[in-house]
T-cell receptor, first 110, second 115 residues
Framework: GNSVTQMEGPVTLSEEAFLTINCTYT??????LFWYVQYPGEGLQLLLK?????DKGSNKGFEATYRKETTSFHLEKGSVQVSDSAVYFC?????????FGAGTRLTVKP | EPEVTQTPSHQVTQMGQEVILRCVPI?????FYWYRQILGQKVEFLVS????????KSEIFDDQFSVERPDGSNFTLKIRSTKLEDSAMYFC?????????????FGEGSWLTVV
């Protein structure tokens, strides 16, 4: 079946630090991969996506590359800001089924 | 930018009461979904809806839940007799198609507290 595993949080970083949140998936066929972000008190927002192997999704300085050989879609940002503090969810869409990871809480301190 | 809107943003209800959560999906979208997130836990799929009928539902979506598209713009989730464990954030979502690469757009959620 389809499933997503992402690194457990919480993650606490200082401003301008490098961020990596790991995400791996299990799926048959050719899923699409997403990162959603949930800011405090708000709903889920699409951050970026990639629909085929080797695609790189990017938005707001965040990037993730769809790696079929390692079944991964790790989220990275070179220099985080306090405003990036949120919960990040990796998600997979495959055969009309969408699955979310458990979420990783990121706190960025000034 | 078009968005999915949900009302109410927060509702407190007594156990056993009926609750209706309302959603207005993006206007040209054809597929509608409800997800829920119990505090601190992962986002869970409840149901998807297309062409005025349920396409898929999870084991969470039992007989106390129902969905309806009463007119051309609203999409509702009804919980017939709420239980304490129904306390969660409920997210409505919509998409243009079921193509796996198609983005699902989420509303900001309705926070339900059952007391």
């Amino acid at each position: 079946g389809n499933s997503v595993t992402q690194m457990e949080g919480p993650v606490t970083l200082s401003e301008e630090a490098f961020l990596t949140i790991n995400c791996t998936y299990t799926a048959t066929g050719y899923p699409s991969l997403f990162w959603y972000v949930q800011y405090p008190g708000e709903g889920l927002q699409l951050l970026l996506k990639a629909t085929k192997a080797d695609d790189k999704g990017s938005n707001k300085g965040f990037e993730a590359t769809y790696r079929k050989e390692t079944t991964s879609f790790h989220l990275e940002k070179g220099s985080v800001q306090v405003s990036d503090s949120a919960v990040y969810f990796c998600a997979l869409s495959n055969n009309n089924d969408m699955r979310f990871g458990a979420g990783t809480r990121l706190t960025v301190k000034p | 930018e078009p968005e999915v809107t949900q009302t109410p943003s927060h509702q407190v209800t007594q156990m056993g009461q009926e609750v209706i959560l309302r959603c207005v999906p993006i206007s040209n979208h054809l597929y509608f979904y409800w997800y829920r997130q119990i505090l601190g836990q992962k986002v869970e799929f409840l149901v998807s809806f297309y062409n005025n009928e349920i396409s898929e539902k999870s084991e969470i979506f039992d007989d106390q839940f129902s969905v309806e598209r009463p007119d051309g713009s609203n999409f509702t989730l009804k919980i017939r007799s709420t239980k304490l464990e129904d306390s969660a954030m409920y997210f409505c979502a919509s998409s243009y198609s079921f193509y796996s690469g198609n983005t699902i757009y989420f509303g900001e959620g309705s926070w339900l507290t059952v007391v």
